[in-house]
């Protein structure tokens, strides 16, 4: 059976003008191959909610799994889970048991919960809440939907929440040969082996280092015995070359 | 008149099997913001036919400027070339003046320009080469669709290059306080704030350091007198913020 696919959408006005560098995406992709899910796309959406809500229905219709992070806070550029209403056509209001996590939470800080706050505890009609240990205000999920935090601290946190209850496939295995060759003298023999491995996902990333061309080539796959022949293979055609 | 738009396309396995972390976009969301074109969506798409297809179809149409990184080296996984040719409907071959650069480059290194590397010199009809300083190899304009290689080097070169081309707005100008505050305190005036400058994106990003809550409050416009006007709104709204 093939792998779970999955997307995951970014809302992030501070990515796309280059005020930051997201670091959720690298995250989850690194947990999602472990587990056997594989993401396939990712997009970044500026905090606009006509763009939110059309990435939301074209995502959540093309892959198993969305997972989307940012926008979930108590600030009037917080809108997120009102474009995931949206998007699923439900309502959205304050619920009752995401009000009791927060009122716990700020008593516990000796703060309000404010009417801003209380934006927090906002969630979709159908949705089920996603444990937030970081800073309390939690995610949830709405059908295949996965709406977490922008702060990596908490966005990590809600993961390893998830996680565990998302139906994995194999995890993607790999292994890496660094060829200390223009890729054009690999091109030739790596197509050769990639034709033979088709159940394999053979991938050159080339560099430049010092004045010198090289590239890591990556194998990818489930099948650790059928990489391991591919690399076989492919170390002895370049026998000087290292594997890490 | 509002500024130019942009979508970015960058073509990466190796992202989304979280083997890497991207560089070119934060690169070029910078390059953009300064250049005063507005960077309003990023796609990370697998290296298969179909999704590059339809990425470039959707963003092409929906924005001003497109620009794609990655797959265009000599390698069996390099297909970004003919995918936009296909996009626009256009035959693709191997042209002259492009294979010119590559037999010099060659040539000088004394490396062959074998059937591998004259892969590169595959252009879609139409399109305009885009000078690659770095290692010879070109990207190329067709119609808003501005196709760069993946190796961060060479695509901060081919960025160089084509930018002066494009035709730019305003630079994007921001301003930015950190207030340690949690989000559900500064919300409020935070919204209010916004409703009177509504010509100026103000965002909110929490941030938890050594169990300090606080925020980075970002004002951003192409108007430094508001950006400067809201700030000191702001500032005065928390005296004890740091702006930097």
Redesign the interface.
Known sequence: MPNPTAAMLVIG??????????AN??HL?????KHGID?????????DRD?IVAALNALRQGYDHVVTSGGI?????DITAPCVAKAFGVAISVRDDARAILQEH?DRQG?EL????L??ARIPDGATLIENP??AAPGFTLGNVHVMA??P?VFQAMVSSVLPKMTGGQP?L?QTLRIER???????P??AL?ERFTDL????????RNGV?G?NV?I?GTDGGRIDAAMSELSALFPEAVSH
């Open positions: 006005d501070e990515i796309l003008s280059g005020r930051t560098r997201d995406m690298h992709a690194q947990e999602f191959a993401l396939k796309e990712v997009r970044i959406v500026s905090d763009a806070g108590p600030t009037h550029d700020y703060s404010n009417e801003a706050r934006r927090m970081v800073s922008g702060v601290a993607l790999s223009g890729e054009g003298d690999i091109a030739g790596l197509s990639a996902s053979i991938g050159s990333y080339p560099y430049q061309y590239a990556v990818r």
